[in-house]
């Protein structure tokens, strides 16, 4: 069974810092996506990752596959309050029809 | 344009009832889909469909029955609800299956079910 382990599960910090989540897996994936999901809302995809080693940016997001397509993280840096809400990875392999989903990771940003 | 559209937004009904939630898509997309998103925040696949063909069907009660009745829809009805039910449904839709970058999955705003 393919399992993703997110950390940290929650996540409370000042704006203005910087962070990271993390995305782990026994597992080799094809595709590693990275979503945010509001209070009340669906998830948002945020990035796709698919070679190993990648590296992709979105304005103050940083995100990276490991170099063994196993893991993810997510970097933001100068947090902002905006940036609040519900980060979840989903892992895609050639082998499966469907997205495995981290645990999440909530994060407050507090202006 | 709303991409993917569920109906309704909330959902509060009695123990044993049947009821039905409503999914559409107009992003032309081939592949539709049924997550349950526990309290935890655990999104876990339920169905999904392609081409109005059922292709995931993960260990779910037999009290959940998924309809397509065309690429555009897909509609998740269940019987004799129970309190283990309440969650957030989320529907989304895909071009693809494949699972990997090109067949990137669009979600829907959620129906939240509580079940009392």
């Avoid at chain 1, 979105?58 to 309050?81: E, M, N, V, W, Y």
């Amino acid at each position: 069974t393919q399992l993703l382990e997110q950390s940290p599960q929650f996540l409370s910090i000042q704006e203005g810092e910087n962070l990271t989540v993390y995305c782990n897996s026994s597992s080799v994936f094809s595709s590693l996506q990275w979503y945010r999901q509001e209070p009340g809302e669906g998830p948002v995809l945020l990035v796709t990752v698919v070679t190993g080693g990648e590296v992709k940016k979105l304005k103050r997001l940083t995100f990276q596959f490991g170099d063994a397509r196993k893991d993810s993280s997510l970097h933001i840096t100068a947090a902002q309050p905006g940036d609040t809400g519900l980060y979840l990875c989903a892992g895609g392999a050639d082998s499966s029809y469907k997205l495995i989903f981290g645990s999440g990771t909530r994060l407050l940003v507090r202006p | 344009d709303t991409a993917v559209s569920q109906t309704p937004k909330y959902l509060v009904t009695q123990m044993g009832n049947d009821k039905s939630i409503k999914c559409e898509q107009n992003l032309g997309h081939d592949t539709m889909y049924w997550y349950k998103q526990d309290s935890k925040k655990f999104l876990k696949i339920m169905f999904s469909y392609n081409n109005k063909e059922l292709i995931i069907n993960e260990t779910v009660p037999n009290r959940f029955s998924p309809k397509s009745p065309d690429k555009a829809h897909l509609n998740l009805h269940i019987n004799s609800l129970e309190l283990g039910d309440s969650a957030v449904y989320f529907c989304a839709s895909s071009q693809g299956f494949s699972g990997r970058a090109e067949d990137t999955q669009y979600f829907g705003p959620g129906t939240r079910l509580t079940v009392l």
